[in-house]
């Protein structure tokens, strides 16, 4: 019945464009899953309180059903993008599952835009995945609106060849990546805590300074979404604060040069949270001198708490005694946008329409991309030999 792409974007459309989903282990792993060192983590323990769902009751279907509910019965946001999450891969190509602490698969969201049309596809596709191209075009062909890395969380450097090479390929699709930029708090990482950092900063193995990957990606002619606009938690919060610090002056600066052409836009999601406020101040400013580089979202199920100049601990007592008493009326979706509207422009809210990728476009045909780049297609598509020269 739901055989073919039913999702829009309309230009009036507010569309939330960061939104997480999944489901726990056993239900069905081909299509989501989450690991036990993911399930003992306070990330955890928000999703159930903002769910209101106990562990038990925590399923997939139940899940997709409370995401539905709150976006049928929101007065001020139209859309939602799902977000996909990779499995992690070795350099090789291997898919490693054991050091994947959460897993959203493409074919599941897919399913889900199907029957529900306000839901928009946020592919995840790993650029060291042996068919990584060929994924990424089938997630094109099903309507993807974006690609989702969250490098530390996917052992993902950013600044590796075949990352580069994935660039290319965005830029071509027209596909924008919504890149993690900043401290991760949220989803474990497999990666030793330097190299956590590293890919974090948008930086890598190839390239150590802080920001190259959002270089690389821009020359390369790809879209990029900062997602948070790169901002620190707070040093209540994280002990590597004075590092993300120096990140997010990066990112101030790096904005503060962008042309009028630039592609480079950064996403406001997840900014109700204690401690933030003072960063959240300066992407405030740069907002209303660049509307169009700020697009709206949420980062739901991170609990949306409120948006303050008090200090960071007065703000996390504050949101204890929320998260106790989370059993509110309040819809999640509202609230988060009646927080961060009186703040910025109107065209944060709805400058998403024009960044996205329309899921009803028709791509260029994979084959004839590889044939114009000049590239063997068993370069992309098979494990032997993939530590050759990158074309």
Known sequence: MFNSIRSTIKDTDVIDIHVHIGGPPGENERLYFWSGTFEKSISFEGIKLVTRLKESQLTGLRYVSMLYDQLRNSQFVDKLVLLGLDKVYSEEGIPLKEATHLYVANEYLVHLTRIIPEFLFGCSVHPFAPDALERLWHCVNNGAVLCKWLPSSQAIDPTHPYSVRFYRALGELDLPLLLHVGPEATIPSAMKREEERLVNAAAGRFSQDIGAAINLALNAGAKVILAHSGTP????????????????????????????????????????????????????????????????????????????????????????????????????????????????????????????????????????????????????????????RIT
């Open 233 to 388: 938690l707070g040093s209540f919060l994280d002990r590597d604060n004075s590092y993300w610090e120096s990140v997010f002056e990066f990112v101030l600066a790096f904005f503060r040069d962008q042309s009028a052409e630039s592609s480079l836009y950064a996403d406001v999601s997840a900014f109700c949270l204690p401690g933030r406020f003072k960063y959240v101040k300066d992407i405030i400013s740069l907002a209303k001198d660049a509307p169009e580089r700020f697009l709206y979202g949420s980062d739901f199920p991170i609990p949306i708490v409120s948006l303050s100049e008090s200090k960071a601990l007065e703000d996390i007592l504050k949101a204890f005694g929320w998260l106790a008493g989370r059993a509110l009326p309040h819809n999640d979706f509202d609230k988060n946008y009646q927080l961060l509207k009186p703040h910025f422009p109107d065209q944060t809210f709805s400058e998403a329409a024009k960044v996205l990728r329309n899921p009803q476009k028709t791509p260029l045909d994979l084959g004839k991309y590889l044939r114009r780049m000049k590239v063997r297609k068993k370069r992309f598509f098979w494990f032997q030999g993939r530590s050759g």
